[in-house]
């Protein structure tokens, strides 16, 4: 049985370090179960955001196919030149070629809703939604497998998603707090459960950590509302603050949180609690962020992209100032 990655290996390689062959190279991240954040273990990320068979369901001529698969390999292949972009400008952290062209944005749009719509969390909102009540495809006969519901629902779901992320501003983001990622990897705050994932990709904040220290990040309606500045695609600086994105993308993770090993961001599940999961009674918690675009001309230098702030006394990191970040 083939081994599907739902979590793409070129989001994972952003957290990950090359292992010691130096040809056929193979990358490593830490990872934890979300019920024991500190019981960190290394993997390859050829063995971990996947699951055998994930993705082969039944088409509507009732024959099995994976095609889906095949087309989620196509859509990671397109934004491997955005990666490049936006992550390996050798002079800033936060790249000028900001915002995207058009090409390249729509590119990462579709990618970004398909990290939403595509994970084992939404398989599970499907499940305990009732696939009936959660969507419709016109003609189809019922669904014989939770796997047939769900890539009906990518189908019917993903370019909707897309076109509300695409047509939102985003914020380039950097922050010095250490950030994981997740088999969740594009979190919506304060809605990452709702049953109307189009009408949350539209309306509520979203991140989406790139690697440990960069992000997108979409304003909410009442955030553009309230800023003029957010209104069109910006360019942050959440040092001093990111530690709320590491504690949201802890909260929406499903199973598994995923680590660069020398970026380890710290979880404390009795800081924030997590989502309940899917079906599950309970409240999901809410979260308020506040944030001043950064002006056109002030920029942060790619070193500190790479490299943790130096240590203070005691271990502690200083207090953030600016200084050293071009600002």
């Known amino acids: 049985m083939p081994n599907d990655h739902h979590v793409p290996r070129v989001h994972l390689r952003r957290f990950a370090i090359p292992g010691p062959r130096k040809r056929g190279q193979e990358w490593f991240i830490d990872a934890a179960d979300v019920n024991a954040p500190t019981k960190v273990f ?48 050798p002079k800033y952290a936060l790249t000028d070629l900001w915002p995207l062209p058009p090409r390249m944005r729509g590119a990462l749009a579709w990618y970004m809703a398909a990290q939403i719509v595509r994970t084992t969390r939404q398989r599970k909102r ?9 969507f419709r495809v016109p003609g189809a006969p019922a669904a014989p497998n939770l796997a047939t519901t769900h890539a009906r629902y990518i189908a019917e779901t993903l370019g909707e998603v897309a076109r509300a992320l695409y047509i939102r501003p985003w914020g380039l983001g950097f922050t010095n707090a250490c950030l994981p990622t997740s088999d969740c990897p594009v979190v919506i705050l304060n809605a990452h459960d709702d049953e109307d994932q189009v009408g949350a990709a539209l309306t509520w904040d979203i991140v989406f950590p790139l690697d440990p220290h960069r992000f997108i990040f979409m304003p909410d309606m009442q955030m553009i509302e309230d800023d003029p500045e957010k209104r069109v695609d910006h360019r942050l600086n959440l040092s001093g603050v990111g530690l709320a994105f590491v504690d949201s993308i802890y909260a929406a993770a499903d199973r ?44 942060i230098s790619a070193r500190w992209a790479k490299h943790h702030i130096p240590r203070g006394e005691d271990g502690r990191r200083p207090a953030f100032t600016g200084e050293g970040f071009g600002l």
């Not at 990320?45 to 024959?63: H, I, M, Q, S």
């Not at 099995?64 to 490049?84: D, I, K, M, P």
């Not at 499907?126 to 959660?134: M, N, T, V």
């Open 42 to 89: 290394r993997a390859n990320v050829r063995n971990v955001g996947a699951e055998r068979d994930f993705y082969t369901f039944e088409g509507l001529d009732g024959k099995e196919t994976r095609a889906l698969e095949s087309f989620f390999g196509q859509l990671e292949g397109s934004v491997a030149a955005v990666w490049r972009v936006l992550l390996d400008n």
């Open 126 to 134: 499907l499940e305990a939604w009732g696939a009936s009540q959660s």
């Open 256 to 299: 598994y949180i995923y680590m660069h090993p020398d970026h380890t961001p710290r979880l404390d599940p009795g800081r924030t609690p997590r989502l309940p999961a899917p079906g599950a009674p309970g409240f999901a918690p809410q979260s308020v962020l506040q944030y001043q675009v950064l002006e056109d001309h002030l920029t």
